[in-house]
């Protein structure tokens, strides 16, 4: 089994994806695909006038303020847009592909964080109404019926509070729980970068591998969004998953290049 992550920024090709995926999947291969939206959800939400608001930890995490109509945009994109876009690509190439996010059957379960600290001009703030939170929790059973009845889930955030409230997750940290729930062989998390680069944006600064014992030492050299990628890939390791790969979606063949380990492998 493999979990496939697919970000959503700029100059990611979903053809290429899907069509790589429906490839594997027709040759016998179980995946499960997760995949973000935020370059798109940033272009919609300034479209309707409620830009995008991202805060930045004290310990330097930057992640999306999302109040309820933020959350509403957000469930827009991502459960619309892009999950029925990538649903459809997949149909149109033969494979039967089942969306959802991770409110449907409660898939992804976490705890609600109504505030979050963030660093404004210098000074720490507590900004409340957030609907953030993230997964602890991977109810694998709805999963595994629609893979035993050959359906390829296609994932996405929102997750569900344990109250039922749906909460912004990190799609990479989701898909690192999901593989680890599902005791996957392999996690590729895909985005428009070669991989994990020691001196950003300079592509040819790849840092091929990188031993599963020490993944949190590479965190000094990801920026804002890469840290939580490598801290997904850290926990992914840690909870048994062998292999994690950072690899490129943005041509070719991307899962199959990144299971032959183009890009920055983790094992
Ligand atoms: P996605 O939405 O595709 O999952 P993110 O935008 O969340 O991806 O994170 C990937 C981005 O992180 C890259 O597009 C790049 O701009 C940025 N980044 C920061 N530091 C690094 C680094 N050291 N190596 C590669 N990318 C980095």
Not at 31 to 54: C, D, Q, Y
Not at 90 to 108: H, K, M, T, W
Request: net charge neutral.
């Amino acid at each position: 089994m493999i979990v496939v992550k697919v970000g959503g920024s700029a100059g990611i090709d979903y053809d290429a994806v899907c069509a790589d995926i429906a490839a594997r999947w027709a040759a016998g291969e179980k995946l499960i695909l997760v995949h973000g939206g935020s370059g798109e959800t940033n272009r919609i939400a300034e479209a309707l006038g409620h830009p995008p608001k991202f805060v930045t930890s004290p310990s330097g995490y930057t992640s999306r303020f999302t109040d309820r109509e933020t959350l509403e945009i957000f469930e827009m994109v991502y459960c619309g847009k892009m999950n029925k876009g990538i649903v459809e690509r997949l149909q149109r190439l033969g494979v039967n592909a089942v969306g959802l996010s991770g409110l449907d059957g409660r898939i992804f379960e976490g705890r609600h964080k109504d505030s979050v600290r963030a660093v404004e001009n210098g000074k720490v703030k507590v900004l409340r109404g957030d609907h953030t939170g993230t997964v602890e929790k991977v109810n694998t059973g709805l999963i595994e019926l629609l893979l035993g009845a050959g359906y390829l889930p296609v994932l996405t955030p929102p997750a569900s509070s344990y109250e039922g409230v749906a909460i912004n997750v990190d799609g990479d940290r989701a898909a690192a729980a999901l593989a680890v729930a599902l005791k996957a062989d392999a996690l590729l998390l895909l985005s428009n970068v070669p991989g994990l680069l020691r001196a950003y944006p300079d592509e040819a600064s790849l840092i091929p591998t990188i031993p599963a014992g020490d993944v949190e030492s590479y965190l000094e050299f990801a920026q804002d969004r890469m840290k939580k990628k490598v801290l997904g890939a850290a926990e992914a390791v840690q909870g048994g998953v062998r292999r994690v790969i950072f690899g490129d979606a943005r041509a070719g063949q991307p899962v199959s290049a990144a299971l032959g380990g183009a890009g920055t492998v983790v094992s």
